[in-house]
Nanobody, 124 residues
């Protein structure tokens, strides 16, 4: 069964850090670009970051650039999102998904496989 499972969300104070994981099962992540997305209550989905299948080239939304880092460990079939200097406006459900293009082109649309999401809440 093909699955993406996110983990690592939680409650953190402003300025804190979290590391999200996106673990794949039933298929190999190597051949896919992987994106992270988020959706806050009452808002549309936002594409946060993407990492290409080859060379691990990374892309970030302006809202998270310099604070978030995406990485992948193909041996573990897992992609990570390190989130530092968190702000209340980062509060959202975070999803990972495969991206149709291996170069992250058009990654905002997501792709075929999506995880179930993990809640991140930034609050004092």
């Amino acid at each position: 069964q093909v699955q993406l499972v996110e983990s690592g969300g939680g409650l953190v104070q402003p300025g804190g850090s979290l590391r999200l994981s996106c673990a794949a099962s039933g298929f190999t992540l190597d051949y896919y670009a992987i994106g992270w997305f988020r959706q806050a209550p009452g808002k549309g989905r936002e594409a946060v970051s993407c990492i290409t299948s080859s060379y691990g080239i990374t892309y970030y939304a302006d809202s998270v650039k310099g604070r978030f880092t995406i990485s992948r460990d193909n041996a573990k079939n897992t992609v990570y999102l390190q989130m530092n200097s968190l702000k209340p406006e980062d509060t959202a459900v975070y999803y990972c998904a495969t991206v149709a293009s291996p170069t992250c082109s058009g990654y905002g649309r997501g792709g075929r496989y999506w995880g179930q999401g993990t809640q991140v809440t930034v609050s004092s």
